[in-house]
């Protein structure tokens, strides 16, 4: 009895292993693993990201199939990639505080974890720790950002994570504020309670124009070329962003050919070694044959509610 269970143990096994190697979800595909350029890669079958620990942690490449969606420093030398930053900028201006956007992390890899801790910045009393794994339940990619008061006395912050893309795509996302903030500059279509901003890199007017709203449901989408680039992340109600920042913003620099794709949590109140995590899934498909990205189309709309499900 015990001989026949084992050959069938085993042919389980084998079907199991096959099936989940054929959808790229086996064990040894997800874990986070260092490349010989030094990047730490995850990938779920076709969908690949790459982290730079040398470069504060940043994402600088997502991509499906070999289709890239973000923008590299052939557009700007230092303005690339997915980066992370404490907001509200007016308590650091310009440039952004090397401890948190371009000096090297710490990478450790714990189970399915890639962990990336920063240095201390002694401005703004914060440390960043940046966490990603790969959740093949939804074929998302989940970017966990902690902000550490290591400081002696309370600070005021909120997340700010800030997405390079290339110019000629079209950005979307449901409102809840009823217009843009009234320092918006970025002209953008409101039809149907969606916002759409639609970029082409052959007419940009735009000089340094940037979007500034609160959004409804979480969620940014972008799509690029036959792409379909999606954030999904903590809904804040309005009024709790910092005093000249908002929960979704696109910025437009037209002269470098690259838009920024933003998302902000809360304002909140750290005391002395509090700390606070803000959490977001990167979703990258191709779009559906016979989608068409443009403006005011619904159907677009209703498929990203549908991968968010």
């Known amino acids: 009895m015990t001989g026949t269970k084992r050959p069938l143990l085993s042919l389980l096994l084998i079907l199991l292993f096959s099936l989940f190697s ?26 690949v990201m790459e982290i730079d620990p040398e470069m504060a942690g940043r994402i600088v490449s997502f991509s499906i199939k070999g289709k890239e969606v973000l923008s590299g420093p052939d557009a700007h030398e230092s303005n690339y ?4 930053w404490t907001s509200p900028q ?3 201006n310009w440039p952004p505080r090397a401890a948190h956007d371009s000096n090297p992390y710490k990478a450790v890899v714990s189970g399915n974890r890639l962990i990336l801790t920063g240095d201390y910045d002694s401005l703004t009393g914060l440390r960043i720790i940046k966490t990603f794994r790969a959740n093949p339940t939804d074929t998302s990619i989940a970017v966990k950002y902690t902000l550490q008061n290591l400081s002696k006395e309370k ?3 909120a997340a700010w994570e800030i997405t390079r893309v290339p110019t000629g795509g079209l950005s979307f996302f449901p409102k809840q504020s009823e217009r843009p ?4 500059t970025l002209k953008v279509k409101d039809i149907s309670g969606i916002i759409w901003y639609q970029s082409d890199p052959k007419n940009l007017k735009e000089m340094d124009n940037k979007l500034f709203i609160n959004g409804r449901e979480g969620w ?4 690029y070329k036959d792409l379909l ?5 903590p809904d804040i109600p309005p009024g709790t962003s910092p005093e000249k920042e908002e929960e979704v913003e696109i910025y437009v620099n037209p002269v470098a050919g690259y838009i920024e794709l933003e998302n902000q949590g809360p304002y909140k109140v750290l005391n002395p070694v ?3 995590d803000y959490e977001v899934n990167w979703y990258l498909k191709e779009l559906p044959e016979g989608f068409k990205a443009n403006e005011g189309n619904l159907e677009l709309v209703n498929y990203v509610r549908n991968v968010l499900k």
Request: aromatic share 14%; net charge positive; proline share 2%.
């Open 22 to 47: 054929q959808n790229g979800f086996s064990q040894g595909s997800i874990l986070p693993v260092k490349t010989e350029e030094g990047l730490y890669k995850i990938n779920m079958g076709e969908l």
């Open 81 to 84: 990639g997915s980066t992370f």
């Open 90 to 92: 007016s308590d650091w």
């Open 155 to 157: 600070k005021k912050v």
């Open 181 to 184: 903030a009234s320092y918006s």
């Open 220 to 223: 940014l989408g972008h799509v």
């Open 229 to 233: 680039f999606i954030k999904k992340f």
């Open 274 to 276: 509090e700390s606070l």
